[in-house]
């Protein structure tokens, strides 16, 4: 395991902005690409809270409620209600598993199946649109930043 790195000091709390935060621009960003990708999934009756997990499902991502909800980091419960709207849609089915008739398997119907693959070409066509102007360089740049916090965050929860 490679040892912690010393945090930095770009920030300091005598005038500290949010609107130089990296969270905040973070923040915005994810708001305006779930507002983008809602624009173009609304058409095919689907939300923000309901293409995700049918996203997830679609990529093997998750196959139980447990699976799901760790995956769209909430909580089973809201997870349940969730499926239920999804379910009452014609999108989604709940699969007692023959192994054990404690697990309960998530499989998308048909239905699901076509309202999930519609989600990839909203995902790029937003995307795409935020990078305008990056270059290839940059844009490979700005996601191994990212990963790099990402890392960082990790490391602090796990308590390297």
């Known amino acids: 395991m490679s040892r912690p790195l010393p945090p930095a000091d770009f920030y300091r709390p005598n ?84 192994e054990d008739r404690r697990v309960v398997n998530l499989e998308l119907t048909p239905e699901g199946e076509a309202a999930a693959d519609k989600i990839p070409g909203a995902l790029v066509e937003v995307m795409n649109a935020h990078l305008a102007g990056f270059s290839k360089t940059e844009w490979q740049a700005l996601t191994g930043y990212l990963r790099r916090m990402l890392a960082n965050g990790e490391n602090m929860r796990d308590g390297a």
């Open 15 to 98: 005038g500290y902005t949010a609107d130089e935060s990296v969270g905040y621009l973070v923040r915005r960003l994810l708001t305006s690409l779930k507002q983008e990708t809602d624009k173009r999934l609304e058409p095919h009756g689907l939300t923000n809270a309901q293409w995700e997990p049918l996203f997830k499902l679609r990529k093997g991502a998750a196959s139980t409620v447990a699976e799901l909800a760790r995956e769209l980091q909430t909580d089973p419960g809201a997870t349940t209600r969730l499926l239920d709207r999804l379910e009452a849609k014609g999108l989604c089915k709940r699969v007692r598993s023959n």
